[in-house]
């Protein structure tokens, strides 16, 4: 039953015309029909609560051993990136980790395909997010001619194998999909092209995905059909609208895992030991950095409140 769930949520995502989708349709329709734009008061609030829930979850890995990775897949700029950031905000980096792994090494390339992944896999009490995955060669590699199609039919094979290796080892799995128009990508990459600060996120192969946006889709639907398996169900979430997006999958996630409150020592201020007679060396024995902030509020003056 929930295969077919997935399966309905998928209809009208990511496809081309070669599925009678017209290029233009807004996905946001498919599942419970047109998405409007979450309030931002209504997703802070809501957001702040589930990340409230996450730290939960972290203290529960923490204190019981667990093993979790989280995949987080989709085309470029369908919003994974800042769905992970605000996953991980109020998160302890030595508990929750995120691996964005470059391009391979030349001693990368002629190892077994998944060996740099495993290495990157939590230990006991770990929290591991994966921005983009093993599943690279499924997509970006398989469209623009990373691999050979020996690699890729190897690839499909042997990896609803690993991932049944990893569940069976005790780690939790949860694969998420990111779908994204492409309209709302295009949109995404004009303004990330015009924003000196988010240019950087923007690469040639970036711009090549609009242009391929047809093989991209049929990539996906066959890594789907191969590799949505009962032990690591892909679930997909619609992206045309972000704060929807990161709300859902949060939630999404939360749902999945059996965490519970652990309990937690409290903990008091001890009191301030009285003074021995310390007495701080001179300031000028000591480099300060300039006070830029100083300067800030030269002449300047607060607006009055309106």
């Not at 996953?87 to 740099?116: K, M």
């Not at 889709?217 to 990161?246: G, L, N």
Request: net charge positive; aromatic share 10%; glycine share 6%.
């Amino acid at each position: 039953m929930a295969k077919k769930s997935r399966k309905d949520q998928d209809q009208g995502q990511d496809r081309g015309p070669d599925r009678g989708q017209g290029r233009g349709r807004d996905r946001t329709q498919a599942g419970n029909g047109a998405q409007e734009r979450l309030p931002r008061a209504r997703y802070e609030q809501e957001l702040y609560r589930l990340q409230a829930q996450l730290v939960e979850l972290q203290e529960w890995v923490r204190a019981e051993g667990a093993r979790l990775v989280v995949v987080f897949e989709g085309r470029d700029a369908a919003g994974k990136g800042s769905t992970i950031k605000r996953v991980t905000e109020y998160l302890n980096p030595r508990v929750a980790r995120i691996v964005a792994l470059p391009a391979p090494t030349d001693r990368e390339r002629g190892q077994w395909y998944f060996q740099r992944y495993a290495a990157q896999l939590p230990a006991a009490g770990e929290i591991v997010l994966l921005d983009r995955s093993w599943y690279n060669r499924a997509g970006v590699e398989r469209v623009m001619g990373f691999c050979t199609k020996e690699e890729y039919w190897r690839f499909l094979h042997q990896c609803p194998v690993f991932e049944r290796m990893l569940v069976e080892d005790g780690i939790m799995l949860r694969k998420y999909w990111f779908s994204v128009s492409d309209a709302v990508q295009e949109q995404r990459f004009r303004s990330r092209l015009e924003d000196p600060m988010r240019r950087w996120k923007l690469s040639s192969m970036d711009l090549e995905s609009l242009t391929r946006w047809e093989a991209y889709s049929r990539a996906k639907d066959e890594m789907f059909a191969r590799t949505d398996i009962p032990e690591a169900p892909w679930y997909v979430v619609e992206s045309d609208d972000k704060r929807r997006a990161r709300i859902n999958m949060i939630a999404h996630l939360l749902s999945t895992v059996p965490y519970r409150r652990v309990e937690r020592p409290p903990l008091e201020l001890p009191p301030r030991p009285a003074a021995t007679g310390y007495e701080r060396p001179p300031r000028d024995m000591q480099t300060y950095v300039p006070d830029h902030a100083a300067s800030l509020t030269e002449g300047w003056r607060e607006a009055p409140p309106s």
